[in-house]
């Protein structure tokens, strides 16, 4: 099982940025974003379940990030507008078999990280 993460950046304030996660191996019940700033723990972005038709976010990313999955291409994304520099981190995808949950503990597998900056 393997989860490649690609699509981060430097971007400026404003910006749009999409994400993508390729996963071989697998598909999973639960697919989600977390992130991790310098000096932070890790902290959760979103999560999808397997169909696609239940998202949950973080009120920090609610309205400006949106989760999707493609589960023909085993690829889940992450659209991101209105970037802030809060925003910046290293960007994670994870697969699991528990659904909404926001704990990295809950999840099986983890891609490699992509780092987003965004400049102000």
């Known amino acids: 099982v393997q989860l490649q993460a690609s699509g981060g950046g430097l971007v400026q304030a404003g910006d749009s940025l999409r994400l993508s996660c390729a996963a071989s191996?697998?598909?999973?019940?639960?697919m989600g974003w977390f992130r991790q700033a310098p000096g932070k723990e890790r902290e959760f972005v979103a999560t999808i379940t397997r169909s696609g038709s239940s998202t949950y976010y973080a009120d920090s990313v609610k309205g400006r990030f949106t989760i999707s999955r493609d589960n023909a291409k085993n690829t889940l994304y992450l659209e991101m507008n209105s970037l802030k520099p809060e925003d910046t981190a290293v960007y994670y995808c994870a697969g699991g078999s528990l659904l909404f949950r926001t704990q990295a503990g809950d999840y099986e597998y983890w891609g490699q990280g992509t780092q987003v900056t965004v400049s102000s």
């Open positions: 191996g697998r598909t999973f019940v639960s």
